[in-house]
């Protein structure tokens, strides 16, 4: 298989990969760990191969909230109709970051893709860490700080077009709360991180909504810069995979008028650990 690096900072594209094949995982490990963004084109797999590709990491960590695939309760669907006008994930996020134990990544197969356009963009938190000043990175070291998935998934948002068509559900269920460190030390790789992001970090713990607002909103801006970005431009067949304890992502919704349509598999983390 060929591996290219997409950017100095995080992603790779991966060529002439065989996800069915087990001899060729611990290289697509080996990839996962360097790149924290891998896109594995021409895969073209079934929900079940999918679903074996996902087991070689750990346990599936089913989505309660995303509409599930018929008869394949652990894939969510990931779709906008060409009708629709919301697509799922347009916020910056890291998926589960609202759970104890967040998610370890995520695995997102294309099934069919819109004539232009639908791209998914993705920051790596350990480069954004590491162009922080060292006396703000001893602000940040031993922070904590809360992430929820109520204001997301909860009864407010009902009134979203994804809720309205069906593709997310569960309002009732939208009650996790949870715990992180804001800096982390990433379980395979070592490298620290950051570990907030915009859609489910609530404040930061012990801080006044003020200090927190303004922590945050900080690191925010600082983390979108595109030097530490990536940008994935996808091909039916293709499956990427993103670690969610370095990265945040984003759908980009900027082809209205064209289905694509997606099936993800989220595979669990073990416990984060503080810088
Ligand atoms: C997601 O946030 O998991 C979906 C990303 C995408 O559709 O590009």
Redesign the pocket.
């Known amino acids: 298989m060929e591996i290219h690096p997409l950017t100095g900072s995080l992603g790779a594209e991966v060529i002439g990969a065989d996800i069915k094949d087990p001899k060729q995982f611990d290289e697509i490990k080996r990839a996962f760990a360097q790149y924290s963004v891998i896109t594995l084109r021409g895969q073209n797999i079934t929900p079940e191969e999918h679903l074996a590709f996902a087991r070689r990491w750990g346990d599936i960590n089913v989505n309660r909230f995303f509409k599930a695939l018929d008869g394949h309760p652990e894939v969510a669907v990931?779709l906008k109709e060409a009708d629709q006008t919301g697509?799922?994930?347009e916020v910056w996020?890291t998926?589960h970051a609202y759970d104890q134990v967040p998610a370890l990544g995520?695995i997102?197969h294309a099934i069919e893709t819109p004539a232009y356009g639908g791209d998914?963009v993705f920051c790596g938190m350990s480069a954004a860490y590491d162009a922080l000043s060292d006396r703000f990175k001893q602000l940040l070291n031993g922070l904590i700080a809360w992430h929820s998935s109520r204001h997301v998934f909860g009864a407010t948002q009902s009134k979203s077009d994804a809720s309205q068509t069906g593709r997310v559900g569960n309002a009732d269920i939208a009650t996790q709360d949870a715990l992180h460190p804001v800096v982390i030390k990433h379980p395979l790789s070592g490298r620290l991180g950051l570990f907030v992001n915009p859609q489910f970090t609530t404040r930061i713990d012990g801080l006044s909504p003020e200090e927190s607002d303004a922590i945050l909103n900080m690191l925010y801006v600082h983390c979108q810069k595109p030097e530490f970005q990536c940008r994935v431009n996808w091909q039916a067949g293709d499956v990427t995979m993103w670690d969610n304890r370095a990265t945040w992502?984003k759908?980009i919704n900027d082809y209205h008028g064209h289905r694509r349509y997606?099936h993800?598999v989220t595979v669990e983390g073990v416990p984060l650990t503080a810088a």
């Open positions: 990931v697509a799922i994930g996020h998926d995520s997102l998914t992502h759908a997606m993800r």
